[in-house]
């Protein structure tokens, strides 16, 4: 798994991308996404050599795009994607605390999470943070609206959906 | 006929244009009891269009009512379907026989009218909304050629479009202010 870090600027994807192929590296899945200025890349990538092989590959385009570059040996090949049942969408004015308080309370049902993604947006002065989660639960809606019931009595706004998936 | 093996992704003649069903004869029947088998032996799939099996006609089956709670037509037989009418929108998760292990947010109309025949050539007029329509959209695609990983949206733009208020009480299509 590399992880690659640094202030966002055109040519990041292209610049590691070739680096990687021309190493002999063959990448699988990625989350590459801008957060707070910089830009971010989650990827798995295949590569016979070690992973101090990999960082040298990577050295002179991370160091001529001022990436920060982090490599983990994972066991990664074709699997079986879970598909996410349940959507949970949250809405509140920013504080600390706001995914803590919403993640436990899932976790406590059992509920796990496939992917979270969130933004502040807003008025500067009055900023307003927004998750979107996807995960699995085996637990009926109306439970998980239980669950976190007590979130919206604290003033967060908390919907909770199935995800249908149609297979046609 | 027995059961067919589906034609999956990267498969180009997925992108083949079909054409309409002339003849409403027996070999038709014979057919669409064979793509229907097809659809039955796979996973649960409410729908299958003939050129996933590589029979390049006009024809689609569909099937929701497994989906407890939706307004749906039972099993359908549709065959050189048209959609005339289109209304709404929303973004729902698709997934396909002719591309195992992926599935994808598709943003499709909620209500359709379409126009069909049946297997003896009648024409058929229906009015589908939520999840059939859906269904009918993501065969009639298959039909032009279309596959869903054709049309799939990012993730994250799902967050630009709230739909459901339900805690606050309001309608189901209230849109954020």
Known sequence: MLTLVGEDRP???????RALFDAGCHLGEASMIRLGG????????????????????????????????HIDPVSGGPHRHLVPNIQVRVVGADRAG????????????????LELESDVCGDPDQPVYIMHIQGCSTEPIEDLT??????????????ISPVETLIG | MAV??????PDERLKQISEPVAAFDSELRSRVAGLEETRLAGP???GIAAPQTGWFQRVVILDVSSKKGIAHHGHLVLVNPEIVHWEGYEIGREGCLSVPDYTGNVI????????????????????????????AQHEIDHLDGLLFVDRVVSRRTDLFRRKVYRAGGAGDDRQPT
Request: aromatic share 2%.
């Open chain 2, 44 to 46: 649960a799939a409410v």
């Open chain 2, 4 to 9: 067919q093996p589906i034609l999956r992704l």
């Open chain 1, 146 to 159: 239980e669950a976190l019931a007590g979130l919206r009595q604290r003033g967060i706004s908390v919907e």
């Open chain 1, 98 to 113: 706001i995914v803590a308080e919403v993640t436990e309370a899932l976790a406590a049902t059992g509920f796990n999470i």
């Open chain 1, 38 to 69: 910089n830009f971010t890349i989650m990827l798995m990538v295949r590569d016979a050599r070690p992973a101090i092989g990999l960082e040298e590959a990577l050295a002179p385009v991370a160091a001529d795009l001022g990436l920060r570059c």
């Open chain 2, 108 to 135: 499709r109309a909620t209500r359709i009218r379409l126009l069909a025949q049946d297997l003896d050539g009648e024409p058929r007029e229906l009015e589908m909304e939520g999840f059939e329509a859906r269904a």
């Open chain 1, 11 to 17: 040519g990041i994807v292209a610049a590691v991308t």
